[in-house]
């Protein structure tokens, strides 16, 4: 990025003594360098005047974005405002303002699995319909197929885009070297090794214990993890039309997960969600866990973690199937169908300009600070000299492994897509925890599970 900097150290300044942010606003847009989006063969300028809202959860990813949003201001004409909304209710929130059809939010972070519903109730526009019009979009710059195909995949409805990945991750093994290393052990291959190194590392006396997975209740919680488990044993989630939970794949998927985390994890683990897995693992307590690739900037912070120099990574072993299946999450961004015409082409520039190569660069290697964003939307850039620069030191294999995973790993039948998943993943989610705490037995959870699923699909 080009900056006059003597100009922009004045400008920066005087936000202080006046208490007018807006100035650094303005500073930092007119010393960017839009160069590189000038070089696509669009007017940028088409819905200069308008302004749109965008919901995001606050994450350091988004927190990138917004950063450099000005830049897009300046390129566009177009203003934006950001909604950081929790990620527990970003879903009820765009629900709510796309059932109402007010176009509050012009596009938001969208969860993949809820892109069934979305369409099925005609609340958000196809993106071929923009990315396949040349005035809007110059397909020789944006190069949209770069786009990692499997997130393309899980957000496609009928084989039609529907929302644009920003950013997203593969689950990898997160390991302690230096513990693996003092027992001869390799990162599991197999669900067994997983098993057997656990138990070999695991020492809660010595507040070490052997692995840790999601097990806190809801759709992107322990049905983040079990998802992975059912498909790697070999579990289809249709029956010919009908939905099926319990079947014996899924019972022996689950049965795994509990005497995982009842054996081998810190007891709280039913009630954690990845951020206290993270810090558990940079504490130091954990042997073992998996869980978003993404997670190893946290792991790496220097200010916090005990366990810098001593990370390994590897891809999900296989299970029984003989199948690695990774998660296929990506935060999307869809175009609301309630806008105006003129809105909705002022969201395809936002939605353009925030996945395309170049801004994905200057919000991971090429952006200040000293934790740089991993979930780059293109194979092409984790595999680019500079994304290897950044990677090189988060830990071994980190990069190789997460390449690999997503080349081979992710499963865009990761989880069952359909218009009804708000309320079938939640009632899973339900039955995994009343077995992960042990108030029920696998199959007795899952055959209640499917009991439930079916009056739902009811309707």
């Known amino acids: 990025m080009k900056v006059n900097g003597g100009r922009r150290r004045v400008l920066a300044a005087v936000p202080a003594v006046l208490g007018a942010p807006w100035i650094a606003r303005y500073a930092y847009a007119q010393s960017a360098d839009l160069g590189a989006y000038q070089n696509a063969k669009v007017n940028w300028r088409q819905a200069e005047g308008e302004t749109i809202t965008v919901a995001v959860i606050p994450a350091g990813y988004f927190g990138a974005l917004e950063a450099i949003t000005p830049e897009f201001e300046t390129l566009t004409g177009v203003k934006v405002r950001y909604d950081k909304v ?30 069934d519903l979305y369409v099925s109730n005609k609340w958000i526009e196809p993106i071929e319909k923009y990315m396949g019009d040349s ?11 770069d786009i990692i195909p499997a997130w393309r995949g899980a957000n496609s409805v009928g084989g039609k885009l529907y929302g644009v990945p920003f950013d997203g991750e593969s689950t990898l093994q997160v390991y302690r070297k230096d513990l693996y290393d003092a027992k001869s052990l390799k990162p599991a291959e197999t669900f067994d090794e997983v098993m057997r190194n656990a138990k070999a590392v695991h020492d809660p006396d010595n507040r070490v214990w052997g692995a840790g997975v999601r097990g806190f209740k809801g759709a992107g919680q322990n049905m983040y993890i079990y998802p992975s488990i059912f498909r790697a ?7 010919g039309k009908q939905l099926r939970v319990n079947s014996r794949e899924g019972v022996a998927a689950l049965e795994w997960y509990v005497e995982l985390l009842s054996k081998y994890a810190p007891p709280a683990v039913r009630n954690w969600n990845w951020p206290d897995l993270a810090d558990a693992f940079s504490q130091g307590t954990l042997g073992l866990y998996i869980d978003a690739n993404t997670s190893a900037s946290v792991l790496n912070n220097a200010e916090r ?26 935060w999307g961004f869809p175009i609301n169908a309630a806008l105006s015409e003129k809105a909705k082409r002022a969201t395809w520039l936002f939605i353009a300009w925030s996945t395309s190569a170049e801004t994905q660069a200057r919000t991971s290697w090429k952006a200040k600070g000293p934790v740089k964003r991993l979930g780059l939307n293109r194979l092409s850039q984790w595999q680019s000299k500079e994304f290897g620069e950044l990677a090189g030191g988060l830990g071994a294999n980190f990069l190789r ?59």
């Open 135 to 145: 005035k809007l979009t110059d397909a020789a710059w944006y190069k949209a197929d």
């Open 86 to 115: 929790p990620p527990g209710q970003i879903r009820q929130k765009a629900i709510l303002d796309l059932t109402a059809k007010s176009g509050t939010y012009a596009t938001h972070a969208a969860d993949p699995m809820y892109y």
């Open 305 to 330: 973690s005990k366990v810098l120099g001593k990370i390994g990574y590897a891809r999900w072993p296989k299970g029984p199937s003989g199948k690695r299946v990774s998660s296929i999450w990506n």
């Open 233 to 239: 044993f070999g579990g289809e989630w249709f029956s």
């Open 401 to 459: 492994a997460s390449i690999d995973s997503m080349q081979s790993d992710l499963d865009v039948d990761w989880r069952p897509k359909m218009p009804q998943w708000p309320a079938v993943g939640e009632t899973m989610a339900t039955a995994i925890q009343a077995a992960l705490v042990g108030q029920q037995k696998p199959k007795e959870a899952l055959d209640e599970a499917q009991t439930r699923i079916a009056q739902i699909l009811k309707g």
